[in-house]
Structures are given as C-alpha cells and as structure tokens.
C-alpha cells in the first residue's frame, strides 16, 4: 500500500519536510535521483530560527557541535574598514549564525531518519505523475532500471531549481538573471586572525566576500564582471583567486589549498503559487535568488517546516484541507520578501556609479556605527523577523494590544518558573513546552479571583480539542493556587516580563499559539464562544 506523501528530493528542504512528518507520526516515501549524498559544501549558515524549529527534533546539540558561530561581519571599502555588523540575539537560546556546511547539515537531518528507521530511496528518478481522483499517480525509475507507478495522496517536489516537477505542471519560474559572472572558491587560508567574521570587501574593481566554515576554511564568492556570453565561465584557478584577494582586500591572506572552484550566474525566480492540486513546491524548487545574506536553504526548511504541521493535521483528520491554501499564501509573500531583500543587497554592493559608490559607503559607515539598526538588521538576517501577518489563518479577538508582538509572529522564548503538582518549582523556557506537535493555549493572569473562570475556559477546550491542543497557565506576579488537570505546564511570570512581550494589558489574556511557534489568536477575556468560532474555522473538535 501506497504511503500518503511522497517527497522528491533528498536536500535540506526534503529531509526537513522527512524529518517534520516523521514527528508528527505521518508515513511517507522520500526519493533522490542521486545515489549517494553530494560532498559539496554548497550552503553554509544555519541561521537561530531555523535552530529554534528544529528544536524539537533534538537535533540542534549535533548541529552546534558540528559547526561553530559566527559573530558577525567586517565590512570594507577602498583600503578601509567601514565597520563591524554584530550578530546576537538576545530572545533566543540560539544568539548567533551558526556555520556549517549544507552536506553536514544533511547528514545530521539523515541520521536523525536513520536512527527512526527511516530510509532515503536512493538512485529513484521521478518520471511524470497525475492528479485524479483525491490521488496523484506517479511513475518512478528504480535503481535497476524498472519502472513503478504508485498513487500518493501528496506530492512534496523539494527537486531544486530545474524542478522537472514544476516543469511537468507548466508552472512558470519568473524572474531574472543577473548579467554578471561570479565565483565561487572553497579554500584553505592562512593569515586571518578572528575565524568567527565573515568580511565583506567593495572594491572598486568588485565585491568580495569571505565567509568561514571551519578552522582555516571559508568559502570566498566574488563578481566577475559581466558575462561575455550566455554561456557558462570557466572555473577560475587557484591563482585567479587568490590575484583577486590580494587585488581587491586589505586582508593579508594566502591560499594554501583549493577543495572547490566554480563559476556561476545568480537568478532571482519564484513561482507565484507554491501548491498546485495536491502537489506543493517548496525550496530552490519555488524560489531561488542572490546567495547575499545566505538565506536561500533556511528559507526552504522553513517551507517544510510551515507545511509540515499542517499537512499532517489534514491527513490525521484533525483539521479541515482549506488550511493547505495558508502554505501558499504565507510562504509566497515571504519567498517575495526574501528576493527582494537579497535582490538589493545584490545590486548595492554592484554599484558602479562612484557617486553612489561614496554614498553607499558613507551609509553603511552610519549605520553599522548605530546599534539599534544593527540589531534590527541581526534580527532580519537571522530570519527571527519573518512574520504571517496577513495569513487568512491569524484572527484578532476582544480585546486592545498596543504593545508586545503582533498576530502572525514568532512567539518569543523567555524563561519561567515551572510550578509542579508537589509543589517543586524549577525554570523553564516557553520554547521547551513549544516542543510538543500541537497548538498551545496559553493562558496569562495576575488575578486570584480570575481563576475559576480561567479554569472553566481551559477545562472547555482541553476537553473539545484535546487531539489538537495543549494548555499553558501563565501566573502574572504571585503564585496562587490553579487546577493542574488540564494543562501541561503552570508557569510564573513573577517580573511579567513575558506578560510585557506578549502584550498583556489586561487582568487576563488569551493567546493561541500555532505548532511552529507563531501567534494565530488572542483575545483579552475568558470568553469561549469568540475562541471556539475561530478554532472550529480551523480545527475539527475531538469529541462532540
């Protein structure tokens, strides 16, 4: 018998999408055209949201002891530091890009499978599929050579930028090329100091950038001016890169080994909808772009990790197939958002006009000198920013938030006192109750005489949704005596500074958080009837 869901590529999207359904108890087949793994470093951040979704795999350990962190960034221009970009995130266990390269973070997704039982179906090719009847039939080559047909009642393409999927739904990869040549060198370097910065150089020849993943390894990317033709630029040579170091940077440095040399050209292409019928585009496979700020493969886990719970609340009949449209609508605007940020970072750091030239420069002198900016662009790149604010999934109940987060963003971590049954009281963060599938009601109160009504409320829906739900007791302030049975965790706030990030204004406030750690629903009373129309939109209730 045929699984539900068959994922096509074995990358860091597809494994992501593996990994995700295998938490959420969702069989599936994952397929690659490839035998073996590629070697190829090719991505090399990891940046803290992706860390924070993938927390709940237990896989983040692997990945801080597999790469290490990076602090931030040296820019210069004409012989010159400009100034330093720092990285840290001060709401987040995970405070700073972490480097490691795109195979490593494969074969820690692929260990995890492994250790679950899971296996990659290696050397299977996708060959063509139909969607009929609630089914997508699809026609595979195996290893050998022989040819199987079998229907899924999903399709994940994560076959990257010349998805032969996308291609066979005719679905149109807009966007442009860029005109210029670039290279790509992943070496072996002496003479940098401080292995934990990246250095960005403008000169006035052409940018380059050097970025570390290892002890005395970075890759260096640089433009080449504009292509020639249309067709591919030869590699370029150990040589030719190292002239360009020593031409273009004040760094004092010298290349001793070449594992990786390569020319490429930079495209920025997405497809308007990231679902077709049953089949969903995720990854390079529904948007690629400028490497400029190494957001493309986080960009992609955080694709599967969005359809992930989704998906899978529909094939476990627990929500209606209407919540599938949010994927595309709220993945679609980021991947525009994306492209257009690395878009003009592209083309700034391209510039040619020397007058734009200085002002550039002088720009980017001011602002790396202002924290403010520099946290608020730390944030941006570490995708703690990426927000759904206008997903048909996100409602706003009763009630005035002026302040704290907004619906739609990520739910910040912050550290409580867990409040047990004996009464042991130990700390906790919010992200370690987060690491559960399932929707979180979180309840927040400073009153004593709330909690009768608090309760009845959470008693109410712990009861209807219980497949779907778990509930979360805040205590603004003093502890104070609450009914355990239904949640699964009572917390103090005693400073309510998690109150403050959450906007709390009022005596009691209710807060409904999605399985990937974003703000869907508040309101500022214990009302059920409000809470209960916006759930049944979304979620079939367990008993009734």
Known sequence: MAKPVLIVGAGPVGLTMACELHRYGIPFRIIDKLEKPSEQSKALVVWPRTLELLSPLGVTKEFTNTGF???????????KRLGTFEIRIDDSRFKQALMISQCQ?????????????IYIDRGVTWLEQQENNNRIQVKLQLKDGNIETADYEYVIACDGAHSPIRHHLGIEFAGEQDPHDWFLADVELLGLDDPSYLHLCLSSIGPVALFPFG????RVIGDMGFAASSEKRKDPLQEEVQAILDERTILKCKIIKSIWLSSFRVHQRKVKKYRQGRCFLMGDAAHIHSPAGGQGMNTGMQDAINLAWKLAYVLRGYAPMEILDTFSVEREQIGQQILAMTGR??????????ILKRLRNTFLALMLS????????ARQMAQMRIAYSHSPLHQEGKGFFPNGIKLGERVPDGEMIFLSKSGVKQKIYLWDLLQNPSWKLIIWTDQAMMIDEANRFVNHFANLFRNQIQCIILLGGTEFSFDHSAVICLALDPEKIFGKKLGVTALSSVFLVRPDGYLSYRQQSFQISPTEAYLRKWLFPSCE
């Open 370 to 377: 202002v924290p403010p900016i520099t946290r608020l662009l």
């Open 69 to 79: 962190y990076a602090r931030g960034g040296h820019f210069y221009s004409q012989n």
């Open 105 to 117: 973070t494969e074969s820690i997704l692929t260990n995890y499978l492994r250790k679950n039982g």
């Open 215 to 218: 002890k005395n390894h970075y």
């Open 345 to 354: 970072v592209t083309k700034m750091m391209l510039l040619q006009n020397p």
